[in-house]
C-alpha cells in the first residue's frame, strides 16, 4: 500500500500564490506519474497537473503559465506552484500518484487539500 499525504493548501486572495506538496509513502516499488487534480463544488474532477518520472509535463489549459508541477524522485514528492490564483481556481485539490512495475500498476490518491482563491 502506498499512502500520498498532501500539504500546502489554504485562502489566498485573487493573484496570490500557493505551493502544494504531495509526498508518498508506504511499500513502493517504483513511483510512475504523479499529478493534481481537483475538484469544484458540483463540477467533476479534472486534471490540473501530471509530470512522469523523467519530468515530462502536462497541463490543463487554464493554468498554463501559472502553474509549475516539479518532482523530486528521491523523496517520493510532487509539488505544485500556483501563481496569480483566480477564484475559479477553488477547489479541492487531489494527488495522484501510479505505482508498480512494468507489469502491473496501481493508481493511489491523497485525501485533498482545499484551496480558496477569494478577496
Known amino acids: 500500500q502506498v499512502q500520498l499525504v498532501e500539504s500546502g493548501g489554504g485562502l489566498v486572495q485573487p493573484g496570490g500564490s500557493l505551493r502544494l506538496s504531495c509526498a508518498a509513502s508506504?511499500?513502493?516499488?517504483?513511483?510512475?506519474?504523479m499529478g493534481w487534480y481537483r475538484q469544484a463544488p458540483e463540477k467533476q474532477r479534472e486534471l490540473v497537473a501530471a509530470?512522469?518520472?523523467?519530468?515530462?509535463?502536462n497541463y490543463a489549459d487554464s493554468v498554463k503559465g501559472r502553474f509549475t508541477i516539479s518532482r523530486d524522485n528521491a523523496k517520493n514528492t510532487v509539488y505544485l506552484q500556483m501563481n496569480s490564483l483566480k477564484p475559479e481556481d477553488t477547489a479541492v485539490y487531489y494527488c495522484?500518484?501510479?505505482?508498480?512495475?512494468?507489469?502491473?500498476?496501481?493508481?493511489?490518491w491523497g485525501q485533498g487539500t482545499q484551496v480558496t482563491v477569494s478577496s
Open positions: 495522484k500518484a501510479v505505482e508498480g512495475n512494468d507489469h502491473v500498476r496501481q493508481n493511489y
Open positions: 508506504g511499500s513502493i516499488f517504483k513511483i510512475y506519474t
Open positions: 509530470i512522469t518520472s523523467n519530468g515530462i509535463t
